[in-house]
């Protein structure tokens, strides 16, 4: 079994700082691109930003400048740090991770790559 489970997040003041983070276990073969995605009330799912395996981060534009995505390899880790918070962030944030997982079945293991989603973390930004 997969899971992505993320901490942080919480209630942050505009022109604040939060930070999320998302680690990912299970029977893990690799990962992929990483990234964190929020749904508005009401709204889609948006991507926020995503890293690739190397460390290459891409940004939605309204994240750029104030938003960091950053991984740990070692520890299947992927943070968010969110600065000059804005009122309009506040939002679900979830997890991602394009991920090669394993099981084992009668002693023959198989092999699938899919996307994988976290819970899900509240982010409300007060004015």
């Known amino acids: 079994q997969v899971q992505l489970v993320e901490s942080g997040g919480g209630l942050g003041q505009a022109g604040g700082s939060l930070r999320l983070s998302c680690a990912a276990s299970?029977?893990?073969?690799?990962?992929?691109?990483m990234g964190w995605y929020r749904q508005a009330p009401g709204k889609q799912r948006d991507l926020v930003a995503t890293i690739t395996s190397d460390g290459t981060p891409h940004y939605t534009d309204a994240v750029k400048g104030r938003f960091t995505i950053s991984r740990d390899n070692a520890k299947n880790t992927v943070i968010l740090q969110m600065n000059s918070l804005k009122p309009e962030d506040t939002a679900v944030y979830y997890c991602?991770?394009?991920?090669?997982?394993?099981?084992?079945?009668?002693?023959?293991?198989?092999?699938?790559?899919?996307?994988?989603w976290g819970q899900g973390t509240q982010v409300t930004v007060s004015s």
């Open positions: 991602n991770a394009d991920l090669t997982a394993y099981r084992d079945i009668d002693d023959v293991f198989h092999v699938s790559r899919s996307q994988y």
């Open positions: 299970g029977s893990i073969l690799s990962i992929g691109d």
